[in-house]
């Protein structure tokens, strides 16, 4: 076990009066292991809670109650070097002033890394996710959109983290682009023996890079899925529907990860 989320509950103040407010719960007692080496989704539409949990997770929110726990894998690690994060909009995610070599380097200003050693690793990180050295000088807004999510992946990966939180990091990809992305990801996780969580909405992108996947319905986990070869055959109604939105069987990405 890499990471274990425990009975995570998470609420919201809600209403328009100071001294009346309700509390709206988003998170109803999450529980789930991520095991070291994997790469497990946690699937479901939106605004049903999914990346308020990886905020969670992430340490950008706190939780009501339960708790996340760390393995010892990671855990004896500064709390930087324990995770890393991409996002959905890698647009909003970089600081668009800043080239690609200040970029991929924020994670490196932490390290005892010299001036050299990092900007050598930025070269290095830059082969690793496909793209030329020569892009190192660019700004965001001279990079397509899959170019710029590479280069959010050569920064979530340049602290040498054990575990990666994938927030519907594919969905604003178009199709083609994001089954590259997707190869790259499933490279990246077997060439460094990195852990995912892959939040996404979309089961075809889930069933083509993960493991195991987490049915995520109003807050809770309201199926589990061990062998995506039964994947078809969930008994949850909203997974069901999920499966019959998305035309599985008919859609480009039909192999489950090795």
Known sequence: MLVSVQNIRKSFAVGDSWFKKSRHE???GVSFELFEGECLGLLGESGSGKST?????LGIENPDSGEVVFADAISDLPSHEKMSVVFQDYTSSVNPRLRVEEIISEPLLRT???HAEKKQKVNEL???VGLSESMKTRFPHQLSGGQLQRVCIARAIAPSPKFI???EAVSSLDVSVQAQVL???ANLKQRFGLSYLFITHDITVAAYLCNRILIFQDGKVVEQVDDLNNLAHATNNYAKQLLSAAHFLERAFTEPAA
Not at 53 to 57: E, M, S
């Open 183 to 185: 190869d790259l990801l």
């Open 53 to 57: 949990l990886g905020k969670v997770i």
């Open 26 to 28: 988003v998170l109803k």
């Open 126 to 128: 830059l082969v690793e």
């Open 112 to 114: 005892q890394l010299t």
């Open 165 to 167: 939180l994938l927030d």
